[in-house]
């Protein structure tokens, strides 16, 4: 097999692993054990807590003394084990803890795959930035395949969603094992601070006001994303309850219609460079902070009927919701930060995106939703839910628009995208 398929297929097991239970576990929560709301959002919790300190960890053992491609195979074979026990738990604490120590084995996984594709593809003499993000692609692409098998297999709403992502960690494990040697590089000096070691350096950054401002702004997007993921397909299976939706395709195939916001991500990403080029970081920012709007506003309003087409909108501004603030986001890091602390710089937009926006999104999220728009017998109020962060999101962007100040220019944009 060539270098570039076999990257290809770890990119696709990467996020296939992902894909198989995170739209839908959900469903598992409220549906087949019936727990409660405000725990669920402890669930998605974990993500967030586990990208705050795991990839700068494993960065540093990669770096320093264990080859990446074994250290992920290692990851992911734990990673597997833990989801494969999931199914064994009866109660809503140890499901958390469960959980937890698998995305501290998965989520470094992610940043170590693109470590391990970049460090291969230079060692072959291939040009990373044209041949990488096809590779890419296909991790969106296992994704989605992922969420397919997951729903068209009836597992949508039962355990066996974790032995599927469990099977496939544990071969993507193994296979990590066949890969090209990734050696420790020692690029770290033997002098370096602790502070260093753990580019902690970077935090400095927040003495800058507009890089400050930055990182705040990924954080309460970083909260936004989380809310899709935690709710989406649960909110497409609870028209169920809805007699005359019931035997919707919406409900029977919710997570196929929460697919096409993965699909619709992979074909905004081919139009970021138009529009960084034409309208500039600040303004591709404040269009992702507006279509985060109109996905919470489209899903408030939607129904499988009549309004279905809300629904199929709203998955589609999602593409442009969750890539243009990402790349965005990287290309303003990339060109505002000293090369010295840039790679810790990007680091931290990481971890104020996925860790404590995924904290913050999934503890307060998972409150309010228990506390104020669930009733007695557990039914939420789907509209208000959605309306709630329409608005939560329209604040963001307003305060965003008037407070961060960035002059568009487009040589340097050029620049770093190629």
């Not at 990839?55 to 990673?79: F, S």
């Not at 034409?278 to 499988?304: C, E, Q």
């Not at 999220?365 to 039914?379: E, L, M, P, Q, R």
Request: charged letters at 10%; one cysteine or more.
């Amino acid at each position: 097999m060539g270098i570039k398929f076999r990257l290809t297929l770890m990119s696709f097991l990467q996020f296939f692993v992902w894909g198989a239970w995170l739209i839908t576990i959900a469903n598992y929560w409220f549906g087949t054990k019936q727990w409660g709301g405000a725990e669920f959002g402890a669930i998605f919790s974990t993500l967030g807590l586990s990208s705050i300190f795991m990839p700068a960890l494993t960065g540093i053992i990669a770096d320093r003394w264990v080859n990446a491609e074994k250290l992920y195979g290692i990851l992911h074979v734990l990673g597997g084990l833990a989801l494969a026990y999931i199914p064994m738990v009866t109660d809503p604490t140890t499901f958390f803890w469960v959980i937890f120590i698998a995305m501290i084995f998965y989520m470094p996984t992610i940043s170590l795959s693109n470590s391990i594709a970049y460090t291969i593809l230079k060692n072959n003499q291939f040009d990373v930035v044209k041949v990488f993000p096809p590779i890419r692609v296909w991790g969106t692409v296992g994704f989605i395949v992922a969420m397919w098998i997951t729903n068209l297999t009836g597992n949508k709403a039962s355990a066996n969603q974790f032995y599927i992502a469990a099977i496939a960690a544990v071969a993507l494990g193994i296979y990590a094992f066949s890969l090209p040697k990734c050696p420790p590089q020692k690029l770290t000096k033997k002098d370096a601070s602790l502070v260093e070691s753990l580019g902690l350096d970077a935090f400095k950054l927040f003495g800058t006001y507009k890089v400050a401002l930055f990182f705040i702004f990924s954080m309460f997007l970083g909260g936004a994303l989380q809310l899709t993921n935690m709710y989406g397909d649960v909110f497409l299976s609870d028209f169920e309850k809805v007699p005359e939706y019931a035997d919707s395709f919406v409900v029977k195939y919710s997570t196929i219609i929460m697919s096409i916001s993965q699909i619709s991500e992979t074909l905004f990403i081919l139009a970021i460079p138009f529009f960084l080029k034409r309208f500039g970081i600040k303004m591709v920012m404040l269009f992702s902070m507006l279509a985060w709007v109109l996905r919470f506003g489209f899903f408030a309003y939607g129904d499988p009927q009549e309004g279905l087409w809300m629904i199929i909108v709203s998955c589609i501004v999602y593409g442009m919701a969750f890539d243009f603030f990402n790349i965005s986001g990287s290309l303003f890091v990339e060109t505002t930060t000293d090369s010295k602390i840039r790679s810790s710089a990007q680091g931290l937009f990481m971890m104020m995106t996925n860790g404590f926006g995924a904290v913050l999104g999934s503890f307060v999220s998972g409150y309010v939703i228990a506390k104020y728009f669930t009733d007695a017998n557990g039914t939420k109020d789907w509209h208000n839910i959605w309306l709630s962060f329409a608005v939560y999101a329209l604040i963001v962007a307003v305060a965003f628009a008037v407070l961060f100040k960035h002059k568009h220019n487009p040589e340097e944009v050029e620049n770093v995208m190629h």
